[in-house]
């Protein structure tokens, strides 16, 4: 009966959460606005909340604690030996997704790498550093913004604007270092979340500089060797100088496999970094700082050299979000972003390439080709019900991050590919498991 009891009590939980967030629901009236009620949509949530927690309390009941770790143990070792393959291929289908000439999934392949890039930029700051950052869409924001400014201001291309937006987000990131060296835990998560506000509201709010909530628009696009990808077709552009038809899929090809570079140039740095001894000494602040300190590390330069080194990837990925939409503006920057690039570096695992690449495959990829199957499915069938389905799937967006996320913590704590490999040992390299990790510590 105690299962039934904690299941019982998780659903009235979940009922008092969904009643108001997805129960009521204004609708319009020809007298004005009035509040309705969604019952079916509450009653398969809270039926969701209370199936899913007795068969979990069932499962737990019916296997030891030592099974449990034992399964977790063998499952993190095959996704290790299992990731030498996977990477290979995963790497394989992004450079050759183009040839399908279908601009959906080049798009989509476009944004997923875009937020794969965050997700790395990030690791270095949570993952192995052990910083919990929750403005890192601060950095995102300075870079676009630095990018669109300097490129209309200035004149200047896209190549040569680029690492001039990442120095300027890393520049940031040591601002926001130094106030923040003595702090941890949920403090560090607080200031940072207040900086990442801050940014935005000043975007908003400097009209002379940002134009404000208007945005900025007619934000040049990148060239090719001096090459222009515009339709017109004339001399100066890509179409003109290989004498083909001037089409829109060939710039959207070029945007793809430029956020593919940046993306592994950011995996490939990571690394590297990863080996030098900065890189085990974020690694040694990870687990526990105050024997980082006797150990003669100096804490300062490595915190302040996590944050400027995450920070510059996400202006990279800003300078990039800027010049693929050609419009930013402060709405595009807000703590949702944030928390949709920390929850894929958490599921994917603190620390592992591959988990955040994972990661934000299924959650970015995964819930947009759910949404796109549902709406062709709705077309086919003239099944109103998977149309609505479809159309409403991103409003729940966040509530599915949030699922997972709490399915991700009951079963894998330490993420997807939870693992601790150290970069350098003595002797044998030895796979150190989640649960030999003190709950609370990196």
Known sequence: MKPLRDAFLSALVALGLFVPIVGLVTAPTASGLTLRFRSIATSILVGMVFFGRLIYLTWRQRHSRREIVKTNRALAEAVTRAG??????????????PFSGSRYYIDLGTLVLTYVMLGWGLNI?????????LGYVAFYAVGAYSYALIAQDFGLGFWTCLPLAGI???????ILGFPVLRLRGDYLAIVTLAFGEIIRIVLTNWVSLTNGPNGISGIPRPTLFGLTFSMDGGEGTIAGFFGIEPQTIHRVIFLYYVILILALLTNWVT????RLPLGRAWEALREDEVACR???????????AAFATGALFGGFAGAFFATRQAFISP????????????????????????????????????????????SDLGDQMHSSVLAGIAGELPLYRMLIFGLALVIMM???PRGLISGRTPTVALGERREIAAELVAEGRG
């Open 271 to 274: 690394l590297r970094v990863r």
């Open 294 to 304: 006797s150990l003669g590390i100096n804490v300062t330069r490595t915190k302040l």
């Open 331 to 374: 709405e595009s920057f807000t703590f949702i972003e944030s928390a949709t690039v920390l929850a894929i570096v958490v599921l994917g695992g603190l620390g592992s390439q591959l988990g955040v690449a994972l990661a934000a495959l299924v959650m970015i990829g995964g819930l947009e080709l759910l949404r796109g199957v549902l």
């Open 125 to 133: 700051v949570v993952g192995l550093a052990g910083l919990l950052d």
């Open 410 to 412: 009951v079963l894998r």
């Open 84 to 97: 030498r393959f996977i990477a290979p291929v995963l790497l394989l289908l992004a450079v050759v997704l």
């Open 168 to 174: 300027l987000a890393a520049l940031w990131g040591i």
